[in-house]
């Protein structure tokens, strides 16, 4: 086999590069997937009761980047959603991100302005400084009795790490409001594909000059694959046969249900905040595509060491870990590590299809 761009992984990274060598510099890709199907952890498919899923989570589409937005839309129509989570705390739900609906809840109050609410952290939070994990970055914000609510024990269970041993950018994804807003994301553009994420990648995929090869591991096809460029979206440490060790990645076991009623929860997602159940999260997936149905499909989330690599797993060890892969990288002048397993970062899929388009801009000059 003979191409340009060898390509590994048809997830967002994979497909986007694919899609614009195509189209923009009209080079032959060829792309090896090792799943059976294309789309990366974005995959969606409908089930056998008619619904809309999401095999590998929730994934809702959210960015502030115009230029993102417009790449993607070549690909999809969109519905406008605004993904809403409630965290279940014993046997109440309460709004997180922590907001003034959840202090008051919470804490029997009246707080009625953002001052108010302002004040209310002033009083609990404790300062911390320099700001150096997860635990720090939330108890700076809110203190000790909201951090141990609603961060400790999710964020143990999703990562087996104590908030103290993670990247403050972990537990700092989640903003704190002094207001009523609900929405889990405030960008500026928040939509889901109308017709799912799989359509829009296989629009994007649809092009005489990309070559796609599921149900392969591009270990076994190098040798018989000529090429003058690679560009690899896996795990680093494979590709590098682990020659530095196993960086440790975090994944999730999904157990679907279908249940005949309409309707199951409040809200598309619920965060199991507490320790009393070993899933971190429900989602209800006809509520994310607005679907109607008489039957509706729900998942739990376990997460577990083994398995698909979901998570690049944010810690300073980790991080030099990586470090020793990427100058090995580095060396390598034909190929090119993009997206969240190559690069070992906590992306979401906006920042992969933003740092996607920056590349193929360099490719262009090469
Ligand atoms: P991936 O989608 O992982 O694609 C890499 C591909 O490479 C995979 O298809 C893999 O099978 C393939 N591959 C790996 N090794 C090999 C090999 N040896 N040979 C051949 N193929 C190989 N982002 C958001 O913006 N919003 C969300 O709501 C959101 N929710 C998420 C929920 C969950 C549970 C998870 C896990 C992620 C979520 N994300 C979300 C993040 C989003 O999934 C990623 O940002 C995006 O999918 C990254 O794209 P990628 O191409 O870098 O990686
Ligand atoms: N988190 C938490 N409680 C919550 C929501 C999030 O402790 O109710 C922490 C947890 O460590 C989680 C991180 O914040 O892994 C990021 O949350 P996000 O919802 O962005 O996770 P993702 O959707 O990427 O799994």
């Known amino acids: 086999m003979k191409t340009d761009y060898f390509i590994v992984g048809a997830g967002f990274a994979g497909s986007v590069l694919a899609e614009r060598i195509a189209s923009q510099l009209n080079k032959k890709v060829l792309i090896a997937e090792k799943r059976n199907h294309i789309a990366g952890n974005a995959y969606d498919e409908y089930d056998e009761h008619g619904i809309l899923v999401h095999r590998y989570g929730p994934h809702i589409f959210h960015t502030n980047s115009k230029e993102v937005f417009e790449y993607l839309s070549q690909f999809t129509e969109w519905i406008p959603y605004e993904h809403k989570v409630l965290a279940k705390l014993g046997n109440e739900l309460y709004p997180i991100p922590i907001n ?170 619920i965060n199991y905040v507490d320790d009393s159940v070993k899933y971190t999260r429900v989602i209800e997936h006809k509520l994310l595509s607005q679907q109607n149905s008489d039957s509706t499909t729900i998942s739990f989330e376990y997460p577990q060491k083994e398995g698909e690599q979901f998570y690049p797993i944010p810690t300073e060890e980790n991080r030099s870990q990586y470090l020793l892969y990427k100058k090995e990288a580095e060396k390598l002048s034909d190929v090119f590590f993009c997206g969240r397993l190559a690069e070992y970062q906590y992306y979401n899929m906006d920042q992969v299809v933003a740092n996607t388009l920056k590349l193929v801009g360099n490719l262009r000059n090469e």
Not at 108 to 119: G, P, Y
Not at 134 to 140: F, K, L, Q, T
Not at 173 to 178: A, F, G, K, S
Not at 197 to 204: A, D, L, P, Q
């Open 100 to 269: 003034r609906i959840t202090i008051n809840k919470l804490y029997s109050l009246n707080l009625k302005t953002d001052e108010e609410v302002k004040e209310f952290y002033e009083r609990v939070r404790e300062k911390r400084f320099p700001i150096t994990n997860s635990e720090d970055i939330i108890v700076n914000q809110v203190g000790y009795d909201l951090f141990n609510k609603f961060f400790r024990y999710y964020t143990k269970k999703q990562w087996n790490l104590e908030p103290k041993g993670l990247s403050a950018s972990v537990c700092g994804r989640i903003p704190v409001r002094t207001n009523d807003d609900s929405r889990y994301f405030t960008d500026k553009y928040q939509f889901m594909p109308k017709d799912g994420y799989t359509k829009m990648f296989e629009r994007m995929l649809n092009h005489k000059n990309i070559e796609v090869i599921l149900n392969t591991d591009y270990k076994n096809i190098l040798d018989s694959v000529k090429f003058d460029k690679m560009i690899y979206t896996g795990p680093i440490d494979y590709f590098f046969d682990f020659k530095f060790g196993k960086l440790p990645y975090r994944s999730i076991r999904f157990e679907f249900e279908n249940i005949s009623k309409k309707q199951f929860q409040e809200t598309a997602q």
